[in-house]
């Protein structure tokens, strides 16, 4: 029903409402004033019974008892007595004021109406006889309006016309009253006709046709989600905040990772695994994740991108579609609603949280763009001057205007020299420094690390550096990323690597100021080879500057202290069921959750405590930390060669 319809029938609920309000109003007006005022009306209506009382009892006494002979209707001829007149001398004053009233006015009207005829007259006989006075019959009147002693007053003389005209006054009253009621009464069912129409039972053409309608749909979708926020939120309401704490702590007391929720929703993550997360940099609860093919569902999207919130546990916030899998997904940091992702076959596509599933905005599928999959993408930039950049294993770099996805704004293509069959640098990671825009480094599929610049720069020119060469891997390189610029201390030429060489190795970036002119390969100044298994990701804590993460294929998900050490994790959780863990992105508000994207597409959030909050001394240990694997380079296997930091 729509919302037109629906005021229409509440305003007529309202004005039927109104209506017999008003009728009990004036009912209760009108008793209320035939209670309270005794008025002239009443008092004349009772003058008026006893007038025709008298004159009707009158009457009736006076044919009964014979004819009586006015003494003017015959001049010279003596009355004729009656029976009744004989024992008049008996009756009480009042009845004898009514018998020579009544008298006098039949005697009136038989003078008018009478044929006078002489009649005979008897002789009279005198009779003795003794007459007793009648006491007078006290009538007992009781009025429920009179509540105490009756005090006689002098009743106000109301001529006839005047109660005649008050009699005529009440009936049009009273007609007029009796009128409202019955066209309220009839409006009355008029609008519970209507209202009953309105309401009716619908067929189920009809109700077939509500269900399926857009509006209907929004409107479910809208408002279960906002409940289901409310009924997932963990807070204790009836907590009771006069009973102390128990001595013992609670039960996770001692626990350093804790899991907060596994997002997952049949319809959409059944026979799919996580390629990507994220998280959204204006709202905290809100991350992202892509998806890629179910090989058992031919009707569905290819690719899926899902936005999860952590007040609303059992289905996306959001869920937007692709005609191919999604490899890489991130958040706008600029736009909080805009979300692109990189797909299998080289698309670039923008989803909006205000449309609908499909993209807004696309990539042609072109020579212009990429034609390989799409495995990493970062933004690039300021608020008023930011680029998207995406690499794809074909070594194409490109840069992408937000606003227009036609056509690449730049295009780098990376060759290397030194490879054998073909030159191109098939990209697997690609990541910027803190507070650099044109310079990144990239992972390949040979294990090896290069430095590629956006544009030609003082010393070097654009594409990949030729003879800085980062070798350490034996396979693959997965995840790459370089240390925050956080804290007093400057760290952002570290950067860390993993592969499926088991291996996790950290790197210092050369200096840019001093380009090397010959072939030179720089290897890792330290070493994590505790995994059993592939390496997938790895992240530098957003706040912490000793702290990592790393997530494998056996479905550990290990942190880091490198203040603490360097050997083994501070901390290690199998996550889910023990299948691989793609991806890990820590939150960017503090740092205290992080979101793990496994191949048996659920979305795990963990919270890692009070270790994601620094002591003063971190930053300093650190650079401690450092020296020393700098100072010891050839333990733990790492070659010779340490290069100096910047």
């Not at 009025?143 to 007053?153: P, R």
């Not at 907590?239 to 997002?263: L, M, P, Q």
């Not at 290819?302 to 890489?328: C, K, M, T, Y």
């Not at 240990?621 to 790492?638: E, H, P, Y």
Request: one cysteine or more; proline letters at 5%; a negative charge.
């Amino acid at each position: 029903m729509s919302d037109k319809r629906r005021a229409e029938i509440e305003a007529k609920r309202a004005k039927l409402a109104e209506l017999r309000k008003a009728r009990a109003d004036r009912q209760r007006a009108e008793t209320e004033r035939r209670q309270t005022e005794p008025g002239p009306s009443s008092v004349a209506r009772r003058d008026v019974d006893d007038l025709v009382n008298q004159l009707v009892g009158s009457r009736s006494g006076l044919d009964t008892g014979g004819d009586v002979t006015p003494s003017s209707s015959l001049p010279n001829t003596p009355p004729r007595p009656s029976t009744n007149l004989l024992h008049s001398s008996a009756l009480s004053p009042f009845w004898e004021n009514r018998v020579s009233m009544g008298t006098t006015m039949v005697g009136m009207m038989e003078h008018v109406d009478r044929v006078l005829t002489p009649r005979f007259i008897p002789d009279l006989i005198d009779v003795e006889q003794e007459l007793f006075e009648l006491p007078q019959r006290e009538r007992v009147i009781y009025n429920k309006e009179v509540q105490t002693t009756a005090i006689e007053t002098e009743t106000p003389q109301v001529s006839e016309d005047e109660i005649r005209q008050q009699i005529m006054r009440e009936r049009e009253l009273e007609a007029e009253r009796i009128a409202q009621d019955k066209e309220l009464e009839e409006e009355s069912v008029q609008l519970e006709k209507e209202i009953e129409q309105e309401i009716r039972e619908l067929t189920e053409e009809e109700r077939s046709h509500i269900l399926s309608a857009p509006e209907f749909l929004d409107f479910v979708e809208q408002s279960s989600k906002i409940l289901q926020r409310a009924l997932n939120d963990g807070y204790d309401y009836i907590r009771d905040y006069t009973i102390g704490t128990e001595a013992n702590g609670d039960d996770s007391e001692g626990k350093r990772v804790k899991r907060i929720c596994a997002f997952y929703d049949e319809r959409y993550g059944k026979n799919r695994s996580i390629t990507d997360v994220d998280w959204s940099p204006k709202y905290p609860e809100l991350s992202v994740a892509s998806y890629n093919k179910n090989p058992a569902a031919l009707n569905e999207p290819d690719g899926i991108v899902a936005v999860w919130n952590l007040h609303l546990l059992d289905r996306p916030e959001f869920v937007f579609h692709s005609q191919s899998d999604v490899l890489s997904v991130t958040f706008s940091p600029f736009h909080s609603n805009l979300v692109f992702g990189g797909t299998y076959s080289g698309q670039i596509l923008l989803w909006d949280t205000r449309s609908k599933h499909l993209p807004v905005l696309k990539t042609p599928l072109s020579a212009a763009g990429h034609t390989h999959p799409v495995y990493a993408m970062q933004m690039v930039g300021t608020q008023n001057a930011h680029n998207l950049i995406t690499s794809s294993t074909d070594g194409t770099v490109c840069s992408w205007l937000v606003d227009m996805l036609a056509q690449p704004q730049e295009t780098l293509e990376l060759i290397h020299a030194g490879h054998n069959k073909t030159g191109e640098v098939a990209i697997t990671t690609l990541d910027f420094p803190d507070n650099e825009t044109t310079t990144f480094w990239v992972g390949t599929e040979e294990g090896n690390v290069y430095q590629a610049n956006r544009y030609d720069r003082a010393g070097a020119k654009a594409g990949l550096n030729q003879y800085d060469i980062y070798k350490g891997h034996a396979g693959p390189v997965m995840g790459l990323h370089f240390h925050p610029l956080v804290g007093p201390v400057d760290f952002s030429d570290l950067f860390l690597t993993t592969s499926v060489d088991w291996t996790v190795k950290l790197w210092r970036a050369k200096s840019l100021a001093k380009p090397s002119t010959a072939a030179h390969a720089i290897s890792p100044i330290y070493s994590f080879d505790e995994a059993d298994d592939y390496v997938y990701d790895v992240k530098w804590h957003p706040a912490h500057p000793a702290l990592f993460g790393t997530v494998d294929g056996s479905g550990r998900f290990d942190v880091w202290n490198l203040n603490t050490d360097t050997e083994v994790p501070v901390v290690s959780t199998n996550v889910g069921s023990g299948r691989a863990i793609n991806k890990l992105q820590w939150d960017r508000k503090d740092g205290r959750r992080a979101a793990l994207g496994g191949s048996d597409g659920k979305l795990y959030v963990y919270d890692i405590g009070d270790m994601a909050l620094p002591r003063e001394s971190e930053w300093t240990d650190l650079q401690k930390t450092i020296a020393g694997f700098v100072g010891g380079g050839q333990a733990n296997g790492v070659a010779d060669g340490i290069v100096a930091g910047r």
